[in-house]
């Protein structure tokens, strides 16, 4: 930790001093003698050290309420107990609760041994895609390239699209020959889900260079599903310059072609586009001006590609533009973009803090349970003018993502077993790669004394699936119906800092905020606002095809000083 990042995060907190560790916290013969439950689990995340704390573990593991087995089994993971794997290797042999299994694989695919790793991928075929994508990041993490040969594991879970695409870029990063060797397996498989993923992945590494002869398999190949994925890596690879290749032209219409079960918007203007590269005259019919206007959401990745925009006049261009809502500079600022956008610097006076998050993530009754047991009082529950309703800290992270040492940032805190709490909490933070394939080496956790927050995240166990980000068809998007605007810092507004703060949230499916954390930060005591206001936020469900599901949203959140 750098000394500007203790200064940025002392100065996040209004200058209060960083604290040790709560005076009022338990000891172990008093966690001992509490009931087991998932605080009181928790609470011994200090105390792992001792054999007695070892102990409650490995009966907590056993216990018949599967979040005190959860609770168990992370907390014997982020206080690094090797000795644990085959208490936790028999709890996941009989494991009929989907969070427990999660944890207890963890432990197993860090800690574990060849015997061990028999029990995950049994566990993996009798839970299925409900663990697996959890359970394939893990691996990635622990194994590096040589989670490729796991791939047909994952597979055989139904692991979709996302997952696979970041576990391969995780496993064949600065490695083209075992990128390449993922397509070829893809097209011997038939597997259309891991050529686009492989596909997806070769784009977001910036590999737009893959052997023609290898393109050429792709798109011609038999199974329509599975050729449409190259035409689409060829319309995002293609960078305008280099000339076509016939072959790959035919090929690329030919599968267009194929797609002729009520082929999407995006494929039918394609064929256009590929025609007209082909020697075609352009269409004029009033179906092809209704298609540049139709708005369609998967013309997006054509419209800004050099693929299109090249054949396009300058009318058409236009009117396909507004479409989509954009305009015809806007896109063609994208097409003449070579890198990926630069951030925009932070302001002058602006405080940089490492990646911030709401605290998330943690099993079923975890964080709640553990400001019972501490006894801290949580807004709705006590006097919220007795804090400034939010801890935090700073979280080293091992390559495993575990916890390698915690510095408290010294907020407003009148109940010290809010503190306690809040330490426990971070103790028990796991880290994971964020949208790069790369590790997080730290990050800052914004900790709400907010019960709803974390009741939001004990009910989003039983969402029908993870969440992710869906479009098209069948989405019934989500609509804000509570608005809580942020707290502009009066030193931010006396050091004259303003501009937008862009976050990621999960919202559930009841429409309440799960986990938000910053994709782009402005200023840390901005950014930290930005946080606790979101988390706040209130949603109508999202609905796939009439089902409440959880999703990921991009929200924005604005300081201005006008």
Not at 216 to 242: C, F, N, R
Request: overall charge neutral; some cysteine.
């Amino acid at each position: 930790m750098t000394i500007r990042s203790v200064l940025a995060l002392v100065a996040l907190v209004f200058i209060a001093p960083l604290r040790a560790v709560a005076q009022t916290a338990p000891t172990l013969d008093e966690i001992l003698t509490m009931p087991l439950s998932p605080g009181s689990v928790a609470l011994l995340v200090g105390h792992v050290t001792q054999p007695a704390a070892a102990a409650r573990l490995g009966a907590a593991l056993r216990d018949p309420n599967a979040n005190v087995r959860a609770a168990a089994a992370r907390v014997s993971f982020v206080g690094g107990i090797r000795g644990m794997a085959n208490p936790v290797m028999v709890a996941l042999a009989q494991e009929t609760s989907l969070p427990a299994a999660v944890e207890e694989i963890r432990l197993l695919v860090h800690f574990g041994t060849d015997v061990h790793r028999k029990a995950i991928e049994e566990a993996v075929a009798r839970f299925g895609e409900r663990v697996v994508a959890s359970t394939a990041i893990e691996l990635a993490v622990n194994e590096g390239p040589a989670v490729i040969a796991r791939l047909p594991l994952f597979r055989a879970a139904d692991a979709g699209k996302e997952t696979l695409s970041r576990v391969i870029r995780m496993a064949t990063k600065n490695d083209r020959a075992a990128l390449e060797r993922v397509v070829r397996d893809a097209l011997t498989g038939n597997d259309a889900v891991l050529m686009a993923a492989a596909l997806d992945a070769a784009i977001l590494q910036r590999v737009f260079d893959l052997p023609e002869p290898l393109l050429l398999s792709t798109v011609t190949h038999t199974m329509p599903a599975l050729s449409i994925e190259g035409v689409w890596y060829l319309a995002q690879s293609w960078d305008g310059k280099k000339p076509w290749s016939p072959a790959v032209l035919r090929g690329m219409q030919s599968a267009l072609d194929a797609q002729v079960a009520s082929p999407s918007a995006g494929v039918r203007f394609a064929r256009e586009i590929v025609a007209r590269l082909r020697g075609a005259p352009p269409a004029v019919s009033p179906e092809w001006q209704t298609l540049l206007s139709s708005g369609d959401i998967s013309m997006m990745r054509l419209v800004t590609r050099p693929f299109a925009i090249d054949v396009l006049t300058n009318r058409e261009f236009d009117v396909a533009a507004r479409g989509i809502g954009s305009t015809a500079k806007a896109l063609k600022d994208i097409r003449e973009r070579t890198d990926p956008p630069k951030p925009k610097a932070a302001p002058r006076n602006a405080l940089v803090v490492p990646f911030l998050e709401a605290a998330s993530g943690y099993p079923p009754e975890f964080a709640s349970d553990v400001f019972k047991v501490s006894g801290c009082l949580l807004s709705g529950e006590g006097d919220r003018t007795k804090s400034d309703g939010a801890e935090g800290g700073f979280v080293a992270l091992r390559t495993d993502g575990r916890p390698a040492s915690i510095s408290m940032l010294g907020s407003r805190v009148a109940q010290p077993a809010c503190v306690t709490a809040a330490q426990t909490l971070l103790r028990s933070a796991v880290g994971y790669p964020p949208e790069t394939a790369e590790p997080q080496a730290s990050k800052t956790v914004l900790i709400p004394f907010e019960s709803s927050f974390f009741a939001c995240q004990d009910r989003s166990f039983v969402a029908p699936g993870p969440p992710r980000q869906i479009q098209g068809e069948g989405v019934e998007r989500p609509t804000k119906t509570v608005n809580v605007p942020p707290t502009y810092p009066q030193s931010a507004i006396d050091d004259r800092v303003q501009g937008i703060v862009i976050l990621e949230a999960v919202i559930s499916h009841e429409g309440c905020i799960t986990s938000a954390r910053v994709l782009r930060g402005l200023d840390g005591r901005l950014d930290w606002a930005a946080v606790r206001a979101v988390i706040q936020w209130r949603f109508t469900p999202t609905l796939l095809n009439g089902v409440a599901v959880p999703v990921i949203m991009t929200v924005t959140v604005q300081f201005s000083l006008s």
